[in-house]
């Protein structure tokens, strides 16, 4: 069996490129100049961004479902992010350094699975959880500080 991660679609975030500091405001966005590495992971690029790089922090709905688990947190893009396409079975270099937080829904968006792995392991879980025939998507986040990070489908 495997797994196919995907990272965020850029056009949901690239009106905001390069717009000015009082039209972020007003949408909750901030720009963010990134003053260290790791430490500011892009949900379009999946790749951390690197020390002088400009970064936007906002609020993401990754769990928009009308469930008890409906869900939204804040996210990081990097404004020169270009869309990441991980191959099959493949864990991009950012999740490997970070302890991460798996949520396994079923269907009806309802989480049905939850565990804590450090990222050097993510392969073993994503298998064991996806092998759950009611499993339908898994979420990443980071366990620390606990963003959103991708989603991961079976394939």
């Known amino acids: 069996m495997g797994f196919q991660i995907s990272a965020l679609n850029i056009d949901q975030f690239s009106h905001l490129f390069g717009q000015d500091r009082e039209m972020l405001a007003g949408q909750g966005v ?23 790089e400009k970064v936007l922090l906002m609020n993401y709905e990754h769990q928009p479902m009308p469930t008890p688990f409906r869900s939204s947190h804040a996210i990081f893009v990097r404004e020169s992010a270009s869309q990441a396409i991980p191959n099959r079975n493949e864990i991009p270099e950012m999740f490997r350094h970070r302890l991460l ?29 996806l092998a759950n025939k009611s499993t339908d998507i898994l979420h990443i986040h980071n366990a620390k500080p606990g963003c959103y990070a991708a989603l991961v489908k079976r394939c």
């Not at 901030?30 to 002088?52: H, K, M, T």
């Not at 565990?115 to 064991?128: A, P, Q, T, W, Y």
């Open 30 to 52: 901030q720009r963010i100049v990134v003053d260290n590495n790791p430490g500011f992971p892009c949900r379009v690029s999946l790749r951390d961004a690197e020390v002088g």
């Open 101 to 129: 937080s798996v949520r396994a829904f079923d269907e009806s968006a309802m989480m049905i699975d939850a565990d804590v792995i450090d990222g050097e392991r993510l392969e073993s879980l994503l298998e064991h959880m």
